[in-house]
């Protein structure tokens, strides 16, 4: 059985078994692994990434972005502004956005 691992700027990208990647022994594809297994734990916001060395580095996670409101919800935000409601729908907010003007007409 052929092992391999995958590496990019010092750090140990996968390892695995068949092709791919360079080629490894058994005894470094078992190390490795085991170094694998025993990876510390984050704290939150961080991440680690294995060396070359075979030793673990700390980084921060980059931040997640939201995805931006679709416009249905955007204009449903809008209306709930608008009303002071908080209607999970446009159809709701719609709803509520006329009966509201409605009772102003009167």
Do not use: C
């Not at 791919?20 to 680690?48: A, C, H, M, W």
């Not at 997640?64 to 009303?83: C, F, G, Q």
């Amino acid at each position: 059985m052929k092992y391999y691992e995958t590496i990019d700027n010092s750090y140990i990208i996968s390892i695995g078994t068949g092709s791919g990647g360079t080629e490894i022994t058994e005894q470094e594809y078992s190390k490795i692994l085991s170094v694998i297994r025993n990876k510390p734990t984050p704290r939150d916001g961080f991440g680690y990434r294995l060396k070359t060395d075979l030793t673990w580095e700390e980084y921060a996670m980059p931040p997640i972005e939201p995805e931006p409101p679709t416009e249905e919800e955007a204009l449903t935000r809008y209306a709930n502004t608008l009303t002071g409601a908080s209607d999970p729908d446009l159809i709701s907010a719609a709803e509520t956005l006329i009966t509201d003007r409605i009772k102003e007409e009167h």
